[in-house]
């Protein structure tokens, strides 16, 4: 990683066309500054996620691991009064997040709006 001496920015690297070649070169992305790039030169990659890709999914695997906090709750399927519990904020940021249960006896998932 090297640094633009004119402004301190990162420069990053870029390919240029010369002639009929294309040359990496480290580029500021503020005040222009050019330099060749010398020597091994990683060029990082965004990879962008679809909203789908990002939810994560508790597999049976995980479910087995009992490391989430305890409340006292009725399950609506057994009857049950001890759940599992844990938040996810499934709207807005501005409104209040999604509260999920899952029974320590079945397993049945259900969730409480706040």
């Known amino acids: 990683m090297e640094f633009c ?5 990162r420069l990053k690297p870029t390919k240029k066309k010369q002639g009929k070649k294309n ?3 480290l580029k500021c992305p503020k005040c222009g500054y050019e330099k060749p790039a010398q020597g091994k030169v990683t060029i990082p990659r965004v990879v962008a996620l ?18 989430l906090p305890t409340v006292t709750i009725e399950c609506p399927k057994c ?3 001890t ?8 709207r807005g940021s501005d409104e209040s ?3 999920f249960f899952r029974c320590t006896k079945c397993g049945y998932t259900f969730r409480e709006y706040s």
């Open 5 to 9: 001496p004119k402004c301190g920015t």
């Open 23 to 25: 040359v990496l070169v």
């Open 50 to 67: 679809t909203p789908k890709e990002r939810i994560a999914i508790i597999d049976k695997e995980a479910q087995k691991l009992r490391t």
């Open 79 to 81: 009857g049950n009064n």
């Open 83 to 90: 759940a599992y519990v844990w938040q996810v904020q499934t």
């Open 97 to 99: 997040s999604t509260q």
